[in-house]
T-cell receptor
Framework: QKEVEQNSGPLSVPEGAIASLNCTYS??????FFWYRQYSGKSPELIMS????GDKEDGRFTAQLNKASQYVSLLIRDSQPSDSATYLC??????????????FGTGTKLQVIP | SAVISQKPSRDICQRGTSLTIQCQVD?????MFWYRQQPGQSLTLIAT?????????ESGFVIDKFPISRPNLTFSTLTVSNMSPEDSSIYLC?????????FGSGTRLTVV
């Protein structure tokens, strides 16, 4: 089982619709969860971080966390063509040396159709 | 959040040679992380570099192939040694910031 799983997509939504991106993780002791956006040829940029169960809203973005189900999601409201990118789910855990590390999912490619 | 300067941005190298990638951070950070992103794939952690101690490598990565230096709290290098075409990838450094992790702009490596 992969540590962090995402549907690779592509997920196509019309402009103005809500895009829903999902992620599951395997490490039950994970405490920190992140969503990154990566445009083609660019490095990932942080959109949201979430640490507690429930919803966290930031502008058009809402992250949802359910630790019991080991599930994280990202909702993008009023999707714009500029939102078209690959969205990476990332989960914080610890490596063999005891240091914190971030494990990334394979990413979901989002296409917003004008 | 921290700003990372990474160089080179890209390079084309002959197989069997080595390339050293540098990352400079505009603030002091305890740990720096090195990732590889192969074409069309997600990020894979290579190693964690803590200043003053040897880097911690993830499964599948070894120090002889990917030696790392961390001479101070703002700088780190990753060397890709004895390169083969399978090493063609994007290499990224990262540091932890207030709410997450920030990445350098990446080094696109092509081995021919």
């Amino acid at each position: 089982q992969k540590e962090v799983e995402q549907n690779s997509g592509p997920l196509s939504v019309p402009e103005g619709a809500i895009a829903s991106l999902n992620c599951t993780y395997s490490d039950r002791v994970s405490q920190s969860f992140f969503w990154y956006r990566q445009y083609s040829g660019k490095s990932p940029e942080l959109i949201m971080s979430i640490y507690s169960n429930g919803d966290k809203e930031d502008g058009r973005f809402t992250a949802q966390l359910n630790k019991a189900s080991q599930y994280v999601s990202l909702l993008i409201r009023d999707s714009q063509p500029s939102d078209s990118a690959t969205y990476l789910c990332a989960v914080n855990s610890r490596n063999s040396g005891g240091y914190q590390k971030v494990t990334f999912g394979t990413g979901t490619k989002l296409q917003v159709i004008p | 959040s921290a700003v990372i300067s990474q160089k080179p941005s890209r390079d084309i190298c002959q197989r069997g040679t080595s390339l050293t990638i540098q990352c400079q951070v505009d603030s002091q950070v305890t740990m720096m992380f090195w990732y590889r992103q192969q074409p069309g794939q997600s990020l894979t952690l290579i190693a964690t570099a803590n200043q003053g101690s040897e880097a911690t490598y993830e499964s599948g990565f070894v120090i002889d192939k990917f030696p790392i230096s961390r001479p101070n709290l703002t700088f780190s290098t990753l060397t890709v040694s004895n390169m083969s075409p399978e090493d063609s990838s994007i290499y990224l450094c990262s540091v932890q910031t207030g709410n997450g992790y920030t990445f350098g702009s990446g080094t696109r490596l092509t081995v021919v």
